[in-house]
């Protein structure tokens, strides 16, 4: 017989949170190093972008900048746009997503099936990727939607406030409830309001853990040259307003064909069907593993699905252009 063991929700916004952390014991089985990964895609609408989503809109209304006839605008590679159109569908309010061509499909698909605006730039900025040309879109947006307000994920101080209070937490109690602790953190970083947030609550309670960023090679973030780059959701064409470099302590540069190849070993051995920037995750651990002395706990976190991806790198004709 099936005991129940939570209450049920009383909305969408509410299944939001508590995701499941996992060890990635088949992939990483050297008896002094324990990998364990927060499965952040468990969120409802597919990614850890559900927690900032909530805090953006949460917060506003709390403080006024969102009323009932607001009208939302952000720049996104696709799950914060997923996650803004599903809760701004559960709150009633109009949302316009920024979008560009390397959005995948899936995800395009997504955020138009949940009813937001969907405005398409094409034109790449000076770095070779798209983020500017989105926020100059953005702006124009501004001054022609009335009751406008732009979210703003990358300045956004709700968007490291979001993981520390969500994902931080959780993992703080998940690890202190199963015995464990953690010496290092390894997390991908876009806007860096995951890493930022996460790190600061990991740290609250682990002052010793090790910091480190994962980056797409070709990102700007932390002053590497520019260069293209396939894989949404990881990297960026510009420095985010959130980011406090001080406080990462190592940056490990992962390309695409690298990441494409760490989804399918994740997928293989563990059977986690993740997305592009788990692979990255997946990639730069592997590299990291072998300078690591003594016992070490790594956690990390795994962003979004992999059904987002399948066109991308799950297909082989599009991982062989890469290799």
């Avoid at 000076?126 to 953005?138: A, P, S």
């Avoid at 300045?155 to 290092?184: F, P």
């Avoid at 700007?220 to 990297?235: K, L, Q, V």
Wanted: glycine share 8%; charged share 20%.
């Amino acid at each position: 017989m099936l005991t129940a063991t939570k209450s049920i929700q009383g909305s969408i916004k509410d299944c939001i949170g508590n995701t499941p952390m996992v060890q990635l014991e088949k992939l990483f089985s050297t008896h002094n190093i324990k990998v364990m990964a927060k499965l952040e895609f468990m969120n409802p609408g597919g990614s850890m972008k559900d927690r900032p989503a909530r805090y953006f809109i949460e917060q506003g209304m709390k403080e006024g900048v969102i009323k009932p006839n607001t009208h939302l605008i952000e720049s996104t590679s696709g799950n914060l746009g997923i996650a803004l159109a599903m809760l701004a569908r559960y709150y009633n309010l109009s949302f316009t997503s920024v979008v560009d061509p390397k959005i995948s499909p899936t995800n395009l698909k997504m955020i138009k099936s949940l009813g937001a605006n969907v405005v398409m730039v094409d034109e790449p900025d000076d770095q070779g990727g798209y983020l500017k040309t989105r926020i100059r879109k953005v702006q124009e947006l501004l001054e022609m939607v009335p009751n406008s307000v732009w979210i703003n994920q990358y300045a956004n101080e709700n968007n490291w406030k979001a993981h520390y209070h969500g994902t931080g937490e959780e993992m703080v109690q998940q690890l202190i409830t199963s015995g464990e602790k953690a010496d290092i953190l390894v997390a991908p970083v876009s806007t860096t309001g995951c890493i930022m947030g996460t790190s600061r609550r990991l740290r609250a309670q682990y002052p010793d853990i090790k910091v480190i960023a994962v980056d797409a090679v070709g990102s700007i973030i932390f002053g590497a040259p520019p260069a293209s780059r396939e894989i949404p959701g990881i990297g960026s064409s510009r420095v985010p307003e959130l980011l406090n470099p001080t406080e990462v302590d190592e940056v490990i540069y992962v390309n695409d064909a690298e990441s494409a190849m760490g989804c399918r070993e994740l997928l293989e051995k563990e059977g986690i069907f993740a997305g592009g920037s788990s692979g990255s995750v997946i990639a730069a651990i592997k590299k990291l593993v072998p300078t690591l002395e003594g016992n070490c706990n790594i956690v990390t976190v795994f962003p979004d699905r992999g059904d987002r991806y399948i066109d991308m790198v799950y297909d082989d004709q599009w991982l062989a252009k890469l290799m």
